[in-house]
């Protein structure tokens, strides 16, 4: 990954977001303004990674970090599981399996993965990697 700049508030880059810059949930329709206590990257490809640890920046006790990984910059739709997935890197040293896992990830069933992914976007990172990060023509969004 090659990386263009880290985005902080007030920086000049037009293409990094703002404090006004929403992610929505396609399923919800309930949005929220990007996380600037995050770390984000913008990569030369256009895309941006957000990093922050656990369930919110200020959780400092977690084992995990939270990357959204966000496939067209600030440009539309920023919703989950359209161009925003979800991914969990494990901190733990004895933790089982793979160290970077998409969101949701665990279940041996593409069903249960695709009703997931449905209800939560959130969610569908996990249903892509089952389905070798492709959208098979059922895929929800």
Not at 22 to 32: E, G, L, M, Q, R
Not at 43 to 62: F, S
Not at 95 to 116: Q, T, V
Request: with cysteine.
């Amino acid at each position: 990954m090659n990386k263009i700049t880290t985005c902080e508030e007030g920086g000049k880059d037009k293409k990094c977001p703002t404090s006004t810059t929403k992610i929505c949930n396609p399923a919800s329709n309930v949005c929220h303004t990007t996380d600037l206590q995050a770390t984000i990257y913008m990569l030369n490809n256009g895309q941006n990674i957000y990093i922050h640890g656990g369930g919110t920046p200020a959780d400092k006790k977690t084992n995990w970090l939270h990357i959204l990984v966000d496939t067209n910059g600030i440009q539309s739709p920023n919703m989950y599981g359209k161009d925003i997935f979800v991914f969990l890197l494990s901190l733990s040293t004895n933790n089982k399996g793979f160290p970077l896992k998409p969101f949701g990830a665990g279940s041996n069933s593409r069903k249960s993965l695709l009703r997931s992914c449905t209800n939560d976007p959130e969610y569908c990172g996990a249903l892509l990697q089952y389905d070798n990060w492709e959208f098979k023509d059922d895929y929800p969004w």
